[in-house]
């Protein structure tokens, strides 16, 4: 059983940073694609940020030159570097794995808040 467990975020200034940090087990981590999702107050889940397991990124346009995404192999944990929030950018960030090509992946962390105050 694929296992994700999010940590980091909480209430930001805007303008402030923070990092988002999921640790997976489970599944041999090297081989899984990767992503971030959030879900805004509407409970809508959108994409954020992808890394296929061969460490290839894709990011929302407007994150794109804000956020990072990240992993690292030996420490089965994938990353969501923020930069420069925005209050928009407020909401429940969840983790997500898989093996398929296809997003969203089929497994999800229990989500992390991130709450950004103008």
């Known amino acids: 059983q694929v296992q994700l467990v999010e940590s980091g975020g909480g209430l930001v200034q805007a303008g402030g940073s923070t990092r988002l940090s999921c640790v997976i087990s489970g599944s041999s981590f090297r081989d899984l694609n990767l992503g971030w999702y959030r879900q805004n107050s509407k409970n809508q889940r959108s994409f954020v940020a992808a890394?296929?397991?061969?460490?290839?990124?894709t990011l929302l346009p407007s994150v794109q030159d804000r956020f990072a995404i990240s992993k690292d192999n030996d420490k089965s944990t994938l990353y969501l570097e923020m930069n420069r929030l925005k209050p928009e950018d407020t909401g429940t960030y969840y983790c997500?794995?898989?093996?398929?090509?296809?997003?969203?992946?089929?497994?999800w962390g229990q989500g992390t808040q991130v709450a950004v105050s103008s």
């Open positions: 997500n794995a898989g093996s398929t090509a296809e997003y969203p992946l089929p497994y």
């Open positions: 890394i296929t397991a061969l460490g290839s990124t």
